[in-house]
């Protein structure tokens, strides 16, 4: 039976609201949080996108909670040793209960100081040669690296977990997956593909976590939801490539007419029909995933926690 968390969107709410949620998540019986990591929001409607590292230092505190990115992009807008730095901290903060997602990343928030976004086979070279940077240094070792994409000289950090960092990868394709597979603590991907969870643990990654999250938004008006979900997260819907290449807010707003409210009502999980919440959170369970995190979409926030505490998560916690 998978554990169930809660997904925190950096992109929707302020890091108050994060961690006032973070707290109803713990309350509720949730039993890990995920927190998205970005540069800027997926459209202006969103609205938000406050330093993830800043919020995890308020998270550590105020819940008792593991906690994981979903996920850094450490290769362009943030070096791995930078990233190695701040997510060692978190490690310490947390008393060793954090876990850091990566993957290759999206123009939206990588590309903002300029430097060319790479196509995808560059992008997952450059998170590969990352990951062994950040792992070195782990280590509390001084780190010497020249490589293909990064340099580092006389790197150390002295603030460092008893444990390495678990580092869990991202992958919604076959490459980025076998990556998962061959390097990854873990292996992250947002859709109950059970096809993609065998080629992770085929190709290396048995007895490591598959890890896998999912939107909804609760409410008593299922066409509100419908309406909510549309205004603030239509980009989910977009197809092909364009939530990798697309470099800002206003490119993703242009292509808001794309997605109908159809759409969104066929895809996306939305009312309250406690069975088709359970449904759409077990469809990880079947498919093979160890743990799974769900966010609520929209201001609606203590209605949902309580619908979970009360309905949703004792009937997922009995399968």
Known sequence: ????????????????????????????????????????????????????????????????????????????????????????????????????????????????????????????????????????????????????????ENARLYTVPDEPVPIDISGFGPAATALASRVGDGYITMTPDESMVEQFRKGGGAGKPVIGGTKVCYGVDRDECVRTVRKLWFNQFLPGEMAQILPSPSHFEQLEPLVTEDMVREKAECGDDVDEHVAALSAFADAGFDRVYVNQIGPDQRAFFDFYRTKVLPQLQQG
């Open 1 to 152: 039976m998978p554990e169930y968390g809660y997904f925190l969107s950096c992109e929707e709410f302020g890091p108050a609201e994060l961690v006032e949620q973070a707290r109803m998540a713990e309350q509720a019986g949730f039993g890990s949080l995920w927190i998205s990591d970005h540069y800027h929001p997926w459209n202006d409607a969103q609205g938000q996108s406050p330093f993830v590292w800043s919020v995890i230092g308020a998270l550590s505190e105020a819940v008792s909670l593991p906690i994981e990115t979903a996920v850094t992009c450490p290769t362009v807008r943030i070096h791995p040793a930078v990233v190695a730095q701040a997510a060692a901290t978190s490690a310490v903060m947390t008393n060793g209960r954090f876990r850091l997602g990566v993957g290759s990343g999206e123009a939206l928030n990588e590309h903002v100081l300029g430097h060319v976004w790479p196509p995808a086979h560059i992008r997952l070279e450059m998170l590969e040669e990352s990951i062994q940077v950040m792992r070195r240094l782990f280590t509390g070792e001084e780190v010497n690296h020249h490589g293909p994409h990064y340099t580092v």
